[in-house]
């Protein structure tokens, strides 16, 4: 049974008259009938009383009538799903990012996107970077920001893409902050600092700086998200260092660190084997044109550079 013939069945039960039917369908009348006969065949009884002037559905063509409407009908809507998708008015896609670029660079290719392709769902998963590529590996994101570890070696099962190299700064609150232009890391030593949980980038990156200077770090309070961690700075609990993009957006003191400074590097992600959708690649090529437009703006924050081309 094909979805043709199920088409010429309907347009002659609507007509009443092969020939009439054949015009409807944009077909010879002789090739309408050969499908109609090929249908009855496929299914075992005849469809129509044929008689001179008059046509009329048999048993079997008043059973069929209603099933037929209803296939061709999910046929159409299936046929407009799918194109609703390819055009990107349907879709979803699954981001994955760390909590810092959640609250910084995150919300403003979304905003972008969201206002481009409204009726694409989005799901952001946040996560350390480390949690990300496994996610993402195993199938559970379609893209994912990371930050790429020291080595430059990402997960042989991603193709990433390095977008900005990030400053790590110091923060403190605006009310006591004095008035620096560069902060050496040494100067940390026995001074408290607010610290995130375990599992943050730029906490490992923060410790591993400060044991390098030779000095173990000592901490006010530790084990905040994002949010936290600038609200114990603002309470005065201590300073932090947070991403400058973060720091950006805080209304803190910002004190960049003396060369050669904090930094990290920003990449994007996804799988190598399985193909971005349409929506993910969509949502892909929306993050790149921002950062390129953000950075011929000149409107990255200080100590933030692009790794892309332009």
Not at 18 to 30: I, L, N
Not at 116 to 127: D, H, I, K, S
Not at 236 to 249: F, I, N, S
Not at 262 to 273: C, D, N, S, Y
């Amino acid at each position: 049974m094909q979805l043709q013939q199920l088409r010429y069945f309907l347009a002659v039960a609507e007509t009443r008259h092969f020939t009439r039917a054949a015009e409807a369908a944009h077909v010879a009348q002789p090739s309408l009938s050969q499908q109609i006969r090929a249908l009855e065949r496929e299914l075992g009884a005849e469809l129509f009383h044929r008689t001179r002037g008059n046509i009329a559905l048999t048993d079997a063509g008043d059973a069929l009538l209603p099933l037929a409407r209803r296939i061709l009908a999910d046929t159409e809507s299936a046929r407009l799903a799918v194109q609703e998708t390819v055009q990107l008015r349907r879709g979803r896609v699954r981001l994955g990012a760390p909590p810092s670029l959640c609250t910084s660079l995150v919300p403003d290719v979304l905003r972008v996107f969201r206002d481009r392709y409204p009726g694409v769902a989005l799901v952001v998963r946040e996560g350390g970077s480390r949690d990300l590529v496994r996610t993402l590996a195993a199938g559970e994101l379609d893209v994912a920001l990371i930050i790429t570890p020291p080595s430059g070696e990402a997960a042989p099962a991603l193709a990433v893409t390095e977008l900005l190299h990030e400053e790590l700064v110091l923060v403190t609150r605006a009310a006591t902050a004095a008035r620096r232009r560069r902060v050496r890391v040494a100067e940390l030593r026995g001074r408290p600092l607010v610290m995130f949980r375990e599992g943050y980038d730029v906490r490992e990156a923060t410790l591993a700086a400060c044991r390098e200077a030779g000095f173990e770090p000592e901490f006010a309070v530790e084990g905040g998200e994002m949010d936290a961690v600038l609200g114990f700075v603002r309470a005065g609990l201590g300073p932090a260092v947070v991403p400058g993009m973060v720091a950006a957006r805080s209304g803190l003191a910002v004190t960049p660190f003396a060369g050669p400074g904090l930094g990290r590097t920003i990449a994007v992600a996804h799988g190598h084997e399985v193909p971005l959708t349409r929506a993910a690649a969509a949502l892909r090529e929306t993050l790149l044109r921002h950062l390129r437009d953000a950075a011929r703006a000149g409107e990255l924050p200080p100590g933030t550079r692009l790794l892309l081309e332009p």
